[in-house]
Protein backbone atom coordinates (compact mmCIF):
# COMPACT_ATOMS: atom_id res chain seq x y z
CA UNK A 1 0.00 0.00 0.00
CA UNK A 2 1.24 3.49 -0.86
CA UNK A 3 1.77 5.52 2.35
CA UNK A 4 -0.09 8.87 0.15
CA UNK A 5 -1.19 9.18 4.26
CA UNK A 6 1.57 9.96 4.97
CA UNK A 7 2.50 12.31 2.11
CA UNK A 8 -1.36 14.17 3.19
CA UNK A 9 -0.26 14.66 6.57
CA UNK A 10 3.42 15.70 5.67
CA UNK A 11 1.58 18.36 4.18
CA UNK A 12 -0.06 19.99 7.19
CA UNK A 13 -3.38 18.05 6.75
CA UNK A 14 -4.68 15.55 9.48
CA UNK A 15 -6.74 12.21 8.57
CA UNK A 16 -8.52 12.62 11.59
CA UNK A 17 -10.84 15.14 11.01
CA UNK A 18 -13.91 14.73 9.26
CA UNK A 19 -16.66 17.30 9.17
CA UNK A 20 -20.37 15.84 9.44
CA UNK A 21 -22.56 16.48 6.33
CA UNK A 22 -24.50 19.37 7.15
CA UNK A 23 -27.39 18.37 5.62
CA UNK A 24 -28.98 14.95 4.21
CA UNK A 25 -26.60 13.21 2.42
CA UNK A 26 -22.96 11.14 2.21
CA UNK A 27 -20.18 12.04 2.91
CA UNK A 28 -18.68 9.64 0.35
CA UNK A 29 -20.35 6.69 -1.65
CA UNK A 30 -18.32 3.69 -2.99
CA UNK A 31 -19.75 1.76 -5.66
CA UNK A 32 -17.68 -0.81 -7.00
CA UNK A 33 -13.84 0.75 -7.47
CA UNK A 34 -15.07 4.07 -7.61
CA UNK A 35 -15.65 6.62 -4.68
CA UNK A 36 -18.18 9.86 -5.28
CA UNK A 37 -17.52 12.61 -3.01
CA UNK A 38 -20.23 15.06 -2.26
CA UNK A 39 -19.06 18.71 -2.15
CA UNK A 40 -16.73 20.23 0.37
CA UNK A 41 -16.10 23.40 1.75
CA UNK A 42 -13.28 25.08 3.40
CA UNK A 43 -14.25 23.88 6.73
CA UNK A 44 -11.33 22.97 9.47
CA UNK A 45 -11.77 22.76 13.30
CA UNK A 46 -15.36 23.27 13.01
CA UNK A 47 -14.59 26.87 11.48
CA UNK A 48 -15.48 28.12 7.61
CA UNK A 49 -12.16 29.07 6.90
CA UNK A 50 -12.55 31.11 3.66
CA UNK A 51 -15.89 32.88 3.42
CA UNK A 52 -17.41 35.82 0.95
CA UNK A 53 -16.54 36.57 -3.06
CA UNK A 54 -13.56 35.95 -5.27
CA UNK A 55 -12.13 38.62 -5.43
CA UNK A 56 -13.67 41.10 -4.41
CA UNK A 57 -13.97 39.55 -0.65
CA UNK A 58 -11.64 36.69 -0.93
CA UNK A 59 -7.99 37.49 -2.47
CA UNK A 60 -6.51 34.51 -5.40
CA UNK A 61 -4.41 33.62 -2.89
CA UNK A 62 -6.35 32.76 -0.19
CA UNK A 63 -8.87 31.11 -2.74
CA UNK A 64 -6.53 29.17 -3.42
CA UNK A 65 -5.82 28.11 -0.05
CA UNK A 66 -9.81 27.45 0.02
CA UNK A 67 -9.69 25.18 -2.96
CA UNK A 68 -7.26 23.25 -1.21
CA UNK A 69 -8.21 22.85 1.46
CA UNK A 70 -11.44 21.84 0.18
CA UNK A 71 -9.94 19.05 -1.62
CA UNK A 72 -8.21 17.77 1.61
CA UNK A 73 -11.84 17.71 3.08
CA UNK A 74 -12.35 15.51 -0.07
CA UNK A 75 -9.78 13.19 0.57
CA UNK A 76 -10.46 13.19 4.74
CA UNK A 77 -14.34 11.92 3.32
CA UNK A 78 -12.78 9.21 1.33
CA UNK A 79 -10.03 8.49 4.14
CA UNK A 80 -13.10 7.94 6.15
CA UNK A 81 -15.21 5.15 3.70
CA UNK A 82 -11.68 3.30 2.68
CA UNK A 83 -9.92 3.21 5.34
CA UNK A 84 -6.66 4.77 4.16
CA UNK A 85 -5.47 7.41 1.00
CA UNK A 86 -3.48 4.25 0.00
CA UNK A 87 -6.17 2.70 -1.35
CA UNK A 88 -6.63 5.51 -4.07
CA UNK A 89 -5.37 4.23 -7.45
CA UNK A 90 -6.13 8.10 -9.34
CA UNK A 91 -8.07 10.90 -9.54
CA UNK A 92 -10.91 10.33 -12.17
CA UNK A 93 -12.55 14.01 -11.50
CA UNK A 94 -12.47 17.00 -9.64
CA UNK A 95 -15.35 19.61 -9.57
CA UNK A 96 -14.50 23.05 -8.54
CA UNK A 97 -16.81 26.01 -7.78
CA UNK A 98 -15.90 29.39 -7.03
CA UNK A 99 -18.13 32.00 -5.39
CA UNK A 100 -17.45 34.50 -8.12
CA UNK A 101 -17.66 37.97 -8.46
CA UNK A 102 -19.78 38.81 -11.42
CA UNK A 103 -16.76 39.32 -14.45
CA UNK A 104 -14.46 37.46 -12.77
CA UNK A 105 -12.94 34.71 -14.62
CA UNK A 106 -10.62 33.01 -13.49
CA UNK A 107 -12.03 30.30 -11.89
CA UNK A 108 -9.43 28.18 -13.33
CA UNK A 109 -6.90 29.14 -11.45
CA UNK A 110 -8.35 29.22 -7.85
CA UNK A 111 -9.35 25.67 -8.72
CA UNK A 112 -5.67 24.97 -9.48
CA UNK A 113 -5.03 25.18 -5.85
CA UNK A 114 -6.98 21.78 -5.59
CA UNK A 115 -5.21 20.18 -8.58
CA UNK A 116 -2.05 21.55 -6.97
CA UNK A 117 -2.89 19.52 -3.30
CA UNK A 118 -4.05 16.06 -5.35
CA UNK A 119 -0.82 16.13 -7.55
CA UNK A 120 1.46 16.79 -4.75
CA UNK A 121 -0.19 13.73 -2.40
CA UNK A 122 -0.51 11.49 -5.66
CA UNK A 123 1.99 12.46 -8.29
CA UNK A 124 0.33 12.26 -11.96
CA UNK A 125 -2.30 9.84 -10.54
CA UNK A 126 -3.71 12.90 -8.94
CA UNK A 127 -4.28 14.62 -12.24
CA UNK A 128 -7.63 13.54 -13.94
CA UNK A 129 -10.55 15.46 -15.85
CA UNK A 130 -11.95 18.71 -14.22
CA UNK A 131 -14.07 21.38 -14.12
CA UNK A 132 -13.78 24.93 -12.89
CA UNK A 133 -16.97 27.10 -12.69
CA UNK A 134 -17.96 30.32 -11.19
CA UNK A 135 -21.01 30.31 -9.14
CA UNK A 136 -23.45 33.57 -7.45
CA UNK A 137 -23.11 31.88 -4.47
CA UNK A 138 -22.35 28.42 -2.02
CA UNK A 139 -23.31 27.21 0.95
CA UNK A 140 -22.57 29.03 4.01
CA UNK A 141 -21.15 31.42 2.22
CA UNK A 142 -18.01 29.81 1.41
CA UNK A 143 -15.36 30.96 -0.90
CA UNK A 144 -14.89 27.74 -2.79
CA UNK A 145 -16.50 23.77 -2.73
CA UNK A 146 -14.94 21.04 -4.41
CA UNK A 147 -16.33 17.49 -5.21
CA UNK A 148 -14.13 14.31 -6.02
CA UNK A 149 -14.49 10.96 -7.73
CA UNK A 150 -11.18 8.89 -7.50
CA UNK A 151 -11.01 5.23 -8.60
CA UNK A 152 -9.75 2.57 -5.90
CA UNK A 153 -7.45 -0.02 -6.13
CA UNK A 154 -8.49 -3.58 -6.00
CA UNK A 155 -8.31 -5.00 -2.17
Do not use: W
Request: net charge negative; aromatic share 6%.
Amino acid sequence: MLDFDHRFESLGYSLGEVSPPAAIYKAAVVVGNVVYCSGAVPVSGGKLMYEGKVHSEVSIEDAKRSAALCAANNLRQVYSAVGSLGRIARVVRLTGFVNSDPGFTDQHLIINGASELLREVFGDAGVGARSAVGVASLPLGSATETELIVELRPE
